[in-house]
């Protein structure tokens, strides 16, 4: 008999984090946890992957994301139910550069959110890991973080911190059966990239990235760039010389 993975997802309610569920949900029997901050939209998503899958149970939890009583005691009660093998951590915004330049209250949020909620839930739920020993630990970045540029430093400095974090827990728990991997994607195409797609950007499709996230979690991967063409893209523009990289209209 086939025992139901329990996977969390944090921000269930991004687009790459839907698709994941969905991945989820059809392939085998699963118990998803969707973590949200709004929960109509998160039951809307939750009623749309009960119809897709016979084998598993999907619900919803609400909690503030900033609030660290809040993060704590909802990471112990889900740990403590059962072991998690999977915690994703997907949340995240990207509002315009110009927008955080003018008003500070969105570059709060934008690191907040991105950053700040990010620490505050893997660090939760990988203590519930470290007591039973196994499980993977997912944190959602952006090669927007390799090196924060004009057009959207205040999101690529938030997604820069995610990098930084992860190196702690993978380092704390390497040798064992704890895993945390960092997913890179590069411009994809949901509604926080809207403004990529305005301005006739390629993007890659949510499905793809889902795909590639859901077999980097499989495989235990520490970094992963997705689609794969952006690690040897970003390796380049990391090492480019600042005087080179300051003329770039990027």
Request: glycine share 6%; aromatic share 6%; hydrophobic share 50%.
């Amino acid at each position: 008999m086939n025992h139901a993975k329990r996977i969390v997802v944090v921000g269930a309610t991004s687009a790459i984090a839907e698709h994941c569920c969905r991945l989820w949900v059809e392939r085998e029997p699963v118990d998803l946890i969707l973590v949200a901050r709004n929960r109509l939209h998160a039951e809307r998503i939750a009623v749309d992957l009960r119809v897709r899958t016979r084998q598993g149970t999907v619900r919803v939890e609400t909690v503030d994301f900033l609030s660290t009583p809040e993060v704590a005691a909802l990471a112990d009660r889900l740990s403590a139910e059962a072991p998690l093998d999977v915690v994703l951590i997907a949340q995240g915004m990207l509002p315009p550069q110009d927008l955080c330049q003018e008003d500070l209250a969105k570059v709060r949020e934008t690191i907040d959110v991105n950053a700040v909620a990010s620490a505050l839930f893997a660090e939760a739920f990988a203590k519930g890991m470290a007591q039973v020993g196994r499980g993977t630990l997912g944190l959602l970045g952006s090669v927007a973080g390799d090196r924060p540029r004009r057009a959207n430093y205040t999101y690529g400095a938030s997604k820069a911190f995610m990098e930084a974090y992860a190196t702690g827990p993978r380092h704390r728990f390497a040798g064992t059966a704890i895993k945390v991997v960092l997913i890179k994607p590069g411009p994809t195409d949901t509604p926080m990239a809207a403004a990529h797609k305005a301005v006739g950007r390629r993007l890659a499709s949510v499905e793809e990235v889902a795909r590639g996230t859901v077999r980097a979690l499989d495989l235990g991967k520490a970094v992963v760039y997705l689609p794969w063409k952006w690690w040897p893209i970003m390796t380049v523009f990391k090492l480019l010389p600042r005087f080179v990289f300051n003329r770039l209209d990027v």
